[in-house]
């Protein structure tokens, strides 16, 4: 079965600064997606980037990009620029052949003015 | 088209009563899923229906649990004789059959069982 592990419960940054979140996977298909979503407090659950297994090049998208390791199963997303906004879990997602995501366990971002 | 929605958005009941949460999807979506999130945790699988058919369903789903989507339009999530542990937020989403395309969520339905 597929596990996603977030290490980081927690991390902290300031405003307009940039922070990197940390999620490796462990899994034995070669097709499949890793996705990093947002959950503000109260909030549904809003889709941030996307990426393809097969693709090297990283997904980028504005502020948000993710450094995806596919030998060492990591996948990271950095948000640049921080906003007050940014704050909220955020969930990293695996979805392979079985067509359901599989998520980890969270961190949850602080951004400090 | 506003979006996944879910109702209701909480619901307290007493433990050994039985409850049923809705979901509608986006329209054209005919992937449905449903998951649990407790606190401090990731949402976890629970099943997910293409169009009407259940294809799969978790082993956290026991007997007490059964979801339907008829016509493949809403679905619907029960709980027979509910259990304090059953305390959580069931979270319902929706996407197109591609293995890349985003999953919609919707807002969830806090259940407390006091």
């Known amino acids: 079965a597929q596990t996603v592990t977030q290490s980081q419960p927690e991390m902290s940054v300031q405003e307009a600064e940039t922070v990197t979140l940390s999620c490796t996977y462990d899994?034995?298909?070669?097709?499949?997606?890793l996705f990093w979503y947002k959950q503000p407090p109260s909030r549904q659950m809003i889709l941030v980037i996307r990426q393809e297994a097969y693709k090297q090049q990283n997904a980028t998208e504005n502020r948000f990009s993710v450094n995806f390791q596919k030998a060492a199963k990591s996948f990271s997303l950095k948000i640049s620029d921080s906003q007050l906004g940014d704050a909220a879990m955020y969930f990293c997602?695996?979805?392979?052949?079985?067509?359901?995501?599989?998520f980890g366990k969270g961190t949850k971002l602080t951004v400090n003015p | 088209d506003t979006g996944v929605s879910q109702d209701p958005r909480h619901k307290i009941t007493k433990r050994g009563q039985n409850v049923t949460f809705r979901c509608d999807p986006i329209?054209?979506?005919?992937?449905l899923y449903w998951y649990r999130q407790t606190l401090g945790q990731g949402p976890e699988f629970l099943t997910y229906f293409q169009n009407e058919a259940q294809l799969e369903k978790s082993r956290l789903l026991s007997d007490r649990f059964s979801a339907e989507r008829p016509k493949g339009s809403f679905s619907t999530l029960e709980i027979q004789r509910t259990e304090q542990g059953d305390s959580a937020m069931y979270l319902c989403?929706?996407?197109?059959?591609?293995?890349?395309?985003?999953?919609?969520f919707g807002q969830g339905t806090r259940l407390t069982v006091v």
């Open positions: 329209s054209e979506h005919n992937r």
């Open positions: 899994t034995s298909e070669s097709d499949y997606y």
């Open positions: 989403a929706s996407s197109l059959r591609t293995m890349n395309t985003e999953a919609f």
């Open positions: 997602a695996y979805r392979g052949g079985s067509e359901k995501l599989v």
